[in-house]
């Protein structure tokens, strides 16, 4: 089945950069969207981003004009560029995909095992 794979988390101070990457691989129907979600201790998981093919973005209100999204549907990858940082930033960032089985018109979301992003002085 489709799997996703996260690196680039880690520690930052405030107002610094990180560039968060996400590689599928395997086989489980084609990929519609792609997205990055992410949870703080105690809270819900929230989404950051999400992509409707390669060039359609949405973003969650709190990242909106700091943070990007794009996808190289060639290479299986989807990017999320993080800029000026803050300390409500930090959470396990997790990529998702979203892919339509053929047989059953039924829709998969998967997810990956998370990259931890924190922010701090």
């Known amino acids: 089945q489709v799997q996703l794979v996260e690196s680039g988390g880690g520690s930052v101070q405030p107002g610094g950069s990180l560039r968060l990457s996400c590689v599928k691989s395997?086989?489980?129907?084609?990929?519609?969207?792609m997205g990055w979600y992410r949870q703080a201790p105690g809270k819900q998981r929230e989404l950051v981003a999400r992509?409707?093919?390669?060039?359609?973005?949405v973003y969650g209100d709190s990242v909106k004009g700091r943070f990007s999204i794009s996808r190289n549907i060639v290479q299986n990858t989807v990017y999320l560029e993080m800029n000026n940082l803050k300390s409500e930033d930090t959470a396990v960032y997790y990529c998702?995909?979203?892919?339509?089985?053929?047989?059953?018109?039924?829709?998969?979301?998967?997810w990956g095992q998370g990259t931890p992003v924190t922010v701090s002085s």
């Open positions: 395997g086989s489980g129907g084609s990929i519609s969207a």
């Open positions: 992509i409707i093919g390669s060039n359609t973005p």
């Open positions: 998702n995909a979203l892919s339509i089985q053929a047989s059953t018109m039924t829709p998969i979301v998967y």
